[in-house]
């Protein structure tokens, strides 16, 4: 699953080239999970603005350029890579294959959400702030790199839930981006028991336990920035990531501090992996 870090690597590796198109067509697949929420064609003769990101959304702002009776007004899309998505912009796309199901046509080229699985999303809303957009970023934690998120938010959070700490990281209402792999890692990093009770955190912990996470997604984007030259695919750079990680994925191997054996356990359906030294309760 795309997290974070590869989305973040994602709107890096098109951004800047997008900005300034104009739309000149939209092609849908398949059906994706919502509706896109507007005639496909209103969006030709748009201009792509600045692409942003938020938790493991992308926001396409998109302007009229002419006045013109059929075009969508001031809005933009709203995009999530689901389960198994991925968006290339390329100059000259091939035709779309089976799992192509998003096409945004432009004149500086083709910005393409390839899906299997179809968990992802496209969806036009007049702003972040209205509509399908709010909706849907309205239930989103801080942003783990922004100045809010630090000991003190995250101990005042973790107190007001009573279920295990990486059950409170994984939900994303707290702070994005720690998702399965990243919340290990930090957990690790932060000495933390992954089934210790959230609200029974100190605040120094809590501390170390931000830190952790800034510092984890940090390692994951710098490690996809440098393969952003070559970047095609989010989900190879989640498997380089686990490559160098202390926990995640090493059921049974020693663990890089103390060489006690990594443990597997199962946590609201996901794989949970510590080290039953290191990581306290
Ligand atoms: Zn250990």
């Given amino acids: ?27 849908l697949g398949k059906p994706l999970r919502w509706p896109l929420g507007v005639e496909p064609t209103s969006l030709r003769g748009q201009v792509v603005g600045d692409v942003s990101r938020r938790g493991k959304y992308l926001w396409l702002p998109l302007s009229p350029r002419h006045v013109n009776s059929n075009a969508a007004g001031q809005g933009g899309v709203l995009m999530h890579l689901g389960m198994s998505g991925s968006l290339a912009f390329v100059a000259q796309p091939d035709a779309p294959g089976a799992h192509d199901h998003f096409d945004l046509v432009t004149d500086q080229g083709t910005l393409r959400l390839t899906d299997p699985r179809r968990f992802g999303a496209v ?49 994303g209402d707290i702070v994005v981006g720690a998702g399965n792999i990243y919340a290990c890692e930090a957990l690790f990093t932060a000495c933390i028991d992954p089934r210790t009770r959230s609200d029974r955190l100190s605040r120094p912990r809590c501390q170390r336990l931000a830190l952790a996470i800034r510092n984890t997604l940090q390692a994951a984007l710098a490690l996809g920035g440098s393969t952003l030259r070559d970047f095609r695919d989010a989900h190879g750079m989640a498997g380089q990531f686990q490559l160098s990680a202390n926990v995640y994925g090493r059921v049974g191997e020693p663990c890089r501090v103390c060489a006690t054996k990594v443990r597997r356990i199962v946590q609201a359906q996901r794989s949970t992996f510590f080290c039953p030294t290191c990581q306290k309760r």
């Fill in 123 to 171: 969806v036009w809303s007049n702003s972040q702030n209205e509509g399908m957009a709010a909706k849907l970023l309205s239930t989103l934690g801080v942003e783990p790199f922004d100045v809010a998120f630090d000991g003190a938010y995250l101990h005042a959070a973790l107190q007001r839930r009573r279920v295990a700490v990486k059950l409170a990281l994984l939900g």
């Fill in 1 to 27: 699953m795309p997290e974070l870090p590869e989305v973040e690597v994602t709107r890096q590796s098109f951004a800047q080239r997008i900005a300034g198109a104009v739309v000149t067509d939209v092609r």
